[in-house]
Every structure is written in structure tokens, then in C-alpha cells.
């Protein structure tokens, strides 16, 4: 998903958010998202940071274990994908899931399509694209996704690069069943993109899990000196004041982490 920075520009607060994520807390801040997770050589906006922030939180994404990623490169707009992992066990963890069958469209040497399970593909054969069926309880039938393997291959100078060269059959086969177990759980999987879907390579991004430098040691506290009672001014007495109800809970705003003017 690219962020496009339509967000009015005002300052950023450093205010850090917490949710859990299979019975681990997460802790987030925008200054966390800056110096850690960021991929690529750009500088991201506080806008960017804030739309990450909010992906991880409410789809419930720990991307200190890499299951979601915020690349920047240059001057162009923040892209924020998710680790097909990630996307694979949100849908498993669905009740309704009840398994899939991905595979990859090849041209044989005589010229017959073939609709094949998997990613092989054996020499002299053409690789057109990747299916994916996601089969769902309740369901008649399965739900189908198919991709054409010149819509998403990455090509430099007319040549597949990196994975595209050569893994290619893996790489179509998993854009395609990133798109059918979305279709499948909107509920659960709405704005959740693979890098693939994204026009980058999951394989070239770290994953190993991210690691926060430990915060500095408190200096020792100086002992007190304790004063005898018989030297101790006498306090005035104070006025009880009364107990004053609690508030009631204020409803999380998901862009509060801007100062307003």
C-alpha cells in the first residue's frame, strides 16, 4: 500500500501506543518507527509514520518480526507492505479458513496451457501466470484469484530482476494467493499487500527480528539525610478536599499523535 501524503502537515507528537500481538505487547512510537523500522534510503514524513503506526495497530502487526515493513526510497511515497506469512496465518487463524491450493499457468513445448500445482517449470516451457483457490466454510465454492506473470514481474532493461529471475514460478504463485486469501477474508486481510503486489522483492527486505537498544541506566539515587522529628517544622493543617468522580474514557483517535495549531 503506498501512502499518499494528503494528511495536513503539523507537528508530530513522540507519543508511543501499545496493542498485543499473539499474547506480546507491541510498543510503538514514531520515533521507534524512524530509527528502526524504516527500509530504504529515504527520509519518511510524520504522515507516513502515522498511517504505519495505525496499520500495525489495528491489524494487530509486529514489525519488530518483520510482519510488516515501511520502505522509503528517495523522494517517492512511502510503501507499507506485509510479510505473506503474516497474511497466511491471519487467514488460518480464521475459523471459516479451511485450506488452499496455489499453482502456476505454464505453455508446454506443444503449445498447451497447463494449469499446474506448485511452481515447476521445466525447460523450453513459458511461464504466463499463478492461480490461487482459498476454500472457506460456508462457502459453494472456493474463491479463485489468477495473475498474469508480465502484470507483476519486475523487469530492468526488458530483464526480470532479482527473485523474478530466478525463482519466477514462486514469486507469481504467491502474488496470486495473497490476492485470493484477501478476497476471501476482507474482514481480516483488508489493506494488507505483499511486497510482490507492490513492485518490490520480500526476499531482498531484512527479517530478521528488530532488537531496540537498551535504554540507559539510571544514575544511583544520593542518600538523604534524615531530619529529627523535634527539628522538623510544624505543617499547617489542609482542608480535606472532596473526591471528584472519574472522568469517563476518551475515545482513541488514531491521527491524536498530531499537535494541533
Same mark, same amino acid.
Given at each position: ?30 520515533? =521507534? ?37 515501511? =520502505? *522509503? ?7 507499507? &507492505? ?11 487463524? !480464521? ?7 496455489? /499453482?502456476?499457468?505454464? &505453455? ?9 500445482? /506448485? ?10 501466470? /499463478?492461480?490461487? *483457490?482459498?476454500?472457506?466454510? /460456508? ?19 526488458? *530483464?526480470?530482476?532479482? !527473485?523474478?529471475? =530466478?525463482?519466477?514460478?514462486?514469486? =507469481? ?34 527479517? !530478521?527480528? &528488530? ?6 541506566? $539510571? ?7 534524615? &531530619?529529627?522529628?523535634?527539628?522538623? $517544622? ?7 478536599? @472532596?473526591?471528584? @468522580? $472519574?472522568? @469517563? ?7 491524536? %499523535? %498530531?499537535?494541533?495549531?
Amino acid at each position: 500500500m503506498t501512502v499518499g501524503n494528503t494528511l495536513q502537515k503539523s507537528p508530530v507528537r513522540d507519543k508511543a501506543i501499545s496493542f498485543e500481538v499473539g499474547g506480546q505487547e507491541v510498543k510503538l512510537s514514531p520515533s =521507534i518507527v524512524k530509527n528502526y523500522l524504516v527500509s530504504g534510503n529515504g527520509n519518511v514524513t510524520d504522515q507516513e509514520v502515522v498511517m504505519f503506526l495505525n496499520l500495525c495497530k489495528f491489524n494487530r502487526l509486529n514489525p519488530f518480526l518483520r510482519e510488516a515493513y515501511l =520502505i *522509503k526510497y528517495g523522494s517517492s511515497p512511502a510503501t507499507m &507492505v506485509v510479510g505473506k506469512d503474516a497474511i497466511l496465518k491471519r487467514a488460518m487463524r !480464521n475459523p471459516r479458513y479451511s485450506g488452499f491450493q496455489a /499453482g502456476v499457468y505454464v &505453455v508446454r513445448q506443444d503449445g498447451a496451457l497447463e494449469e499446474r500445482t /506448485g511452481a515447476l517449470l521445466l525447460p523450453g516451457e513459458t511461464l504466463c501466470g /499463478g492461480w490461487a *483457490k482459498v476454500m472457506v466454510k /460456508g462457502f459453494d465454492c472456493p474463491v479463485e484469484a489468477a495473475v498474469s506473470f508480465e502484470e507483476y514481474c519486475q523487469r530492468k532493461d526488458g *530483464k526480470a530482476t532479482s !527473485n523474478w529471475a =530466478i525463482r519466477p514460478g514462486t514469486m =507469481i504463485r504467491k502474488v496470486a494467493l495473497v490476492q485470493a486469501l484477501r478476497e476471501a477474508f476482507p474482514e481480516d486481510l483488508s489493506d494488507m499487500y505483499a511486497a510482490e503486489e507492490m513492485g518490490m522483492d520480500e526476499q531482498a527486505l531484512s527479517h !530478521n527480528p &528488530v532488537v531496540l537498544s537498551p535504554e540507559p541506566t $539510571p544514575a544511583p539515587a544520593l542518600p538523604v539525610r534524615e &531530619v529529627p522529628a523535634a527539628q522538623q $517544622p510544624a505543617q499547617p493543617a489542609r482542608a480535606e478536599t @472532596p473526591a471528584q @468522580p $472519574p472522568e @469517563p474514557p476518551e475515545e482513541e483517535d488514531p491521527f491524536d %499523535f %498530531f499537535d494541533g495549531e
